[in-house]
């Protein structure tokens, strides 16, 4: 089927606002990851949901950040009050339970915040 | 000191050089390592994962890591201008994966 798709692809938004960020994952695969891509910072992890287990969101850098996954299918994440520092690659990622090695990426969402 | 270090590069080489691409870690725990390739403006693809020390070989592509010593790499043969991207290296465990900063490589014809 279809891998990991990614809405928006792009998204401009001013400091302060509000914005959501979605993710489809590749059916069947239980396991869904968010992570940042800053220039010059490499891949930072955000948030990792398996199953219906309570989501791992050590590395959402402060409250203003939040993630949800319905239906162990579709997630969104959340960012409130954007600062500019929050501009970045946005990228999700899943794979199937226990294959952690094994993630397929999303195309990602390029946020810019003015 | 980051979990997982990787020269960012740029890195350039002539169409048909073989290419070494390195990365060291820190974390004992790592029980997996990835390399990924990503294109421009595209999410990373995986290219190749271990679970051991020694040489895993797809194609044009091997993957080494020694736990010993904690060192990572890859080894592109007879590259390609189409290997052009940048080079994610990854170390993991549980579930949870830690990216070195990418080494970004070209591949002039």
């Known amino acids: 089927g279809a891998g990991v798709s990614q809405s928006p692809s792009n998204k401009v938004t001013e400091k302060g606002k509000d914005v959501e960020l979605r993710c489809d994952p590749i059916?069947?695969?239980?396991?869904l990851y968010w992570y940042r891509q800053s220039l010059g910072q490499g891949l930072e992890f955000l948030i990792y949901?398996?199953?219906?287990?309570?989501?791992?969101k050590s590395g959402l850098p402060s409250d203003r950040f939040s993630a949800e996954r319905t239906g162990g299918s579709v997630s969104t994440l959340t960012i409130q009050r954007t600062q500019q520092e929050d501009s970045a690659v946005y990228l999700c990622?899943?794979?199937?339970?226990?294959?952690?090695?094994?993630?397929?990426f999303g195309p990602g969402t390029r946020l810019l915040v003015l | 000191q980051k979990e997982v270090e990787q020269d960012p590069g740029p890195l350039s080489v002539p169409e048909g050089a073989i290419v070494s691409l390195n990365c060291t870690y820190s974390?004992?725990?790592?029980?997996?390592f990835m390399w990924y390739r990503q294109y421009s403006r595209k999410g990373p693809e995986l290219l190749m994962y271990?679970?051991?020390?020694g040489n895993k070989e797809d194609g044009r592509f091997t993957a080494q890591v020694d736990k010993s010593s904690k060192y990572i790499s890859l080894f592109i043969r007879d590259s390609q201008p189409s290997d052009s991207a940048t080079y994610l290296c990854?170390?993991?465990?549980?579930?949870?994966?830690?990216f070195g900063k990418g080494t970004k490589l070209s591949v002039k014809p």
């Open positions: 974390n004992s725990a790592f029980q997996y």
């Open positions: 990622a899943s794979c199937l339970a226990g294959a952690g090695e094994t993630q397929y």
């Open positions: 949901f398996q199953g219906n287990s309570a989501p791992d």
């Open positions: 990854s170390g993991g465990s549980q579930g949870n994966l830690i």
């Open positions: 059916s069947g695969h239980t396991a």
């Open positions: 271990t679970y051991s020390s």
